[in-house]
């Protein structure tokens, strides 16, 4: 892939909004005429040359296009906005809004990611190796869907409201998961290696969740069915090891206690709880 | 009449003849269980009355066992090859033989194996309705499974099935001194064939005792006994070629998912019997080329 990077001069101000940072936006485009590309600071139209050294060599590809990013990017929004292929790499934190509407490709985050962001993810692979914030990859206010499709590995903590009306894809969580997790949830599957805090599958009709740690508190619109060993969760582990190298500490084909809800929506959602 | 040539193989007189075969619609299912035990008898009963599109519906046989390390879910399982003469055929055997003898057998789970096809047959997709409501679909890595309620726990299978064009009735015939002879022949045969990828024996054991051929005396009947193969009777039939010192005569049918993966069954089929005291000659079953779409020579097997 051919590498364009990015570094960060000086922390801005202020946000920028900079959803021109997409392997679309850069292929076919040389040093220059990338450092020209807009980003806005409020309605202050500025240009990426602005906040960035821009470096590297020029892509024709987009597939083969690789931004990499460096620097303290929290008050940079909207990195890799409606991206559909190519990968980004931040090294180091990202704003708001990353991811926003994906529909394709890889970005990998090493540091933290700011809230809202892969808001209505729709397909490509999503790697944060630090937390997100709250409302990650859920709908937008007043939209019917949010996540709908891809895969998404948080290999820290996550926020409240992760995966709030998710439609379908995948996402892992190592660590911890804060409230209302996948909220009004249609379909999908959330995977959370640590602890689950209040009232996770709240009003979903369909989908997934499986804790590897403890639920802080249960709905008690989830009704328990039995304990047994699931051998999808098995398969999934297995492609996940096998496509995106995730591995786990705990023997997956163990027991879980399996939950039916939330019986006053639909009720054919289903959380899953390890015991081992 | 030109006179028979023959090849050697091992110091055995091979017919420079050619099979017959046919085209074919083929699948590969994979079958994993709690372990091979289990996965083994679901595709035992899968592969149950599937050795002749005649009468059988599907040609069906087990492929090979997968260890856990190569499987979907990291359990044992078996690799089972179902061909038939039609897509829609196929799909009704797929359909009749996993609905039966997959879902209903302890523990196991059921995967398209084919990878790569020229069509796809939803399976899954129509047996989830079994779940009566209850079941529940997971699309993972782009492939779409269901889980579907049973009293042991959940049946896991695939929604979609591959199949691609296929070849089915290559063959040759195995001629010993003796029924032992040619048996033991035939048994070897069929072991070194086991080895060979995307091909399977589908007769029981992998041999067949009674080769066809098209017609009969009966006007309701389409085959019959290769009366020209039969030693019992020799003596009575005009153009027989059984020839001197042949007490029995064992066929080794073979399909396979390609005409590459047929034609090196033939060989190291042939390669092993001719291995076997008391085998006299290889010949392959034909119909002089005009029903099949595959002529075969045994000659280019090698």
Not at chain 1, 232 to 239: D, G, L, M, Q, S
Not at chain 2, 221 to 240: D, Q, R, W, Y
Request: proline share 3%; net charge positive; glycine share 12%.
């Amino acid at each position: 892939m051919k590498k364009i990077i990015l570094t960060l001069k000086k922390e801005p101000a202020l946000p920028i909004e900079a959803e021109t940072i997409t392997p679309e936006n850069f292929a076919g485009r040389t040093l220059d005429e990338i450092k020209k590309l807009i980003v806005w600071r409020g309605k202050r139209k500025e240009e990426l040359g602005d906040y960035f050294k821009v470096e590297g060599e020029k892509s024709e590809e987009v597939s083969e296009t690789h931004i990499i990013l460096k620097g303290d990017l929290s008050k940079v929004k909207y990195i890799g906005k409606q991206m559909a292929t190519g990968k980004i790499t931040v090294k180091g934190n990202a704003g708001m809004h990353l991811a926003d509407e994906m529909r394709g490709g890889e970005i990998v985050v090493e540091g933290n990611v700011s809230d809202w962001s892969a808001t209505e993810f729709r397909n490509g692979i999503l790697r944060i190796k630090g937390n997100v914030g709250n409302m990650f990859a859920s709908a937008y206010p007043g939209n019917p869907r949010g996540m709908r499709g891809g895969i998404i590995v948080i290999e820290g903590k996550a926020g409240n409201s992760l995966a709030r009306k998710m439609r379908r894809g995948t996402i892992i969580v190592y660590d911890s998961v804060g409230d209302n997790l996948a909220a009004q949830m249609i379909a999908g599957t959330v995977i959370s290696l640590g602890n689950i805090g209040n009232r996770p599958g709240m009003l979903m009709k369909r989908g997934t969740i499986i804790c590897f740690g403890k639920i802080q508190e249960m709905l008690p619109t989830f009704i328990y069915d039995n304990t047994y060993s699931p051998l999808f969760i098995r398969y999934y582990f297995k492609e996940l090891r096998e496509k995106l190298n995730i591995r786990v500490p705990v023997k997956v084909e163990g027991l879980y206690e399996r939950y039916h809800g939330d019986v006053s929506e639909l009720g054919k959602g289903e959380i899953f709880i390890y015991k081992g | 009449m030109p006179a028979d040539s023959f090849f050697e193989v091992n110091g055995v007189k091979v017919k420079d003849t050619f099979a017959e075969a046919f085209k074919m619609w083929g699948s590969k299912v994979l079958i994993t269980a709690i372990n091979e035990r289990w996965a083994m008898n679901s595709a035992r009963s899968m592969s149950g009355f599937g050795t002749s599109v005649i009468m059988c519906g599907g040609e069906v046989a087990i492929e090979k066992v997968v260890p856990p390390s190569e499987t979907p879910d990291g359990r044992p399982g078996v690799s089972v090859l179902v061909f038939a003469n039609t897509k829609k055929q196929l799909k009704d055997q797929l359909m009749r033989r996993i609905g039966q003898t997959v879902l209903t057998c302890p523990t196991t789970a059921a995967y398209d194996w084919l990878g790569v096809g020229d069509t796809e047959f939803k399976i899954g997709a129509q047996l989830r309705f079994f779940g009566d409501g209850y079941q529940i679909s997971k699309k993972i890595f782009g492939r779409r499974l269901w889980r579907i309620p049973v009293m042991e726990g959940e049946f896991f299978l695939e929604e979609k099935f591959k199949a691609k064009k296929s070849v089915g009735g290559g063959n040759f015939l195995i001629l010993g001194e003796t029924v032992e002879s040619a048996l033991k022949a035939s048994e070897k045969a069929v072991e070194a064939i086991a080895g060979v990828e995307d091909a399977v024996t589908p007769f029981p054991g992998g041999v067949c005792r009674s080769g066809s051929k098209v017609g009969s005396k009966y006007k309701f009947l389409h085959a019959s006994t290769n009366t020209a193969f039969c030693p019992s009777i020799k003596g009575m039939v005009e153009g027989t070629r059984v020839p001197e010192g042949v007490a029995s005569i064992f066929e080794i049918v073979i399909d396979g998912l390609s005409l590459e993966a047929v034609k090196e069954a033939m060989k190291v089929g042939i390669e092993a019997a001719t291995q076997v005291e008391g085998v006299k000659m290889i010949t392959a079953a034909n119909y002089g080329g005009k029903l099949g779409q595959y002529s075969i020579k045994l000659k280019d097997c090698f």
